[in-house]
């Protein structure tokens, strides 16, 4: 299960490395906060297409911040009866989390800065780069003012 949008490039990228048959589906949640902190307040935008009772299923994820949404989701999808339910992040940030979660493949943990790119983004900028990144503070100015063109 990819979480939109920010996971699937990885999630596009981890799909065609895997040697076990497996199904993609997609949620896509709004948490309500600042532009760079979670309140944990969590609004389901998109929600998968797949029953997912008596299967495994693995959340797939950009990056772990204070933990809160993906808190939110392991309780809502536990609730659907999977055989099982693990988290891959492609980043982690244990500096910020609040609530411990256990993510089961972990591809790296940051320090405490924001990064855009591979599927992260700033305003919806920035997400197509080939690698990730710490944004200069210019361009993080002229993303969250709106200026420059959108791809």
């Known amino acids: 299960v990819g979480i939109l949008r920010g ?4 999630m596009a990228d981890l799909a065609r490395r895997l040697t076990v048959p497996c199904a993609l589906d997609f949620m896509a949640v709004s948490s309500y906060g600042s532009a760079t902190d979670s309140s944990g307040v ?14 495994n299923v693995l959340i797939v994820e ?24 693990e988290i891959c992040a492609l980043l982690t940030k244990p500096a910020r989390r609040r609530v411990q979660l256990g993510c ?3 591809g790296f ?25 710490v944004p200069t503070r210019e361009a993080m100015l002229t993303a ?3 200026e420059g063109s959108l791809l």
């Open 7 to 10: 996971a699937v490039f990885f």
């Open 42 to 55: 969590v609004r389901i935008l998109k929600d998968l297409d797949t029953d997912i009772r008596g299967r």
């Open 62 to 85: 950009d990056i772990v911040d204070s933990g809160l949404t993906l808190n939110y989701l392991l309780k809502s999808l536990s609730a659907r009866g999977p055989a099982s339910l």
């Open 104 to 106: 089961k493949y972990v």
């Open 109 to 133: 943990e940051i320090p405490d800065e924001f990064v855009v790119g591979y599927g992260l983004d700033l305003a919806e900028r920035f997400r197509q780069l080939d690698f990730i990144g």
């Open 144 to 146: 969250t003012a709106g």
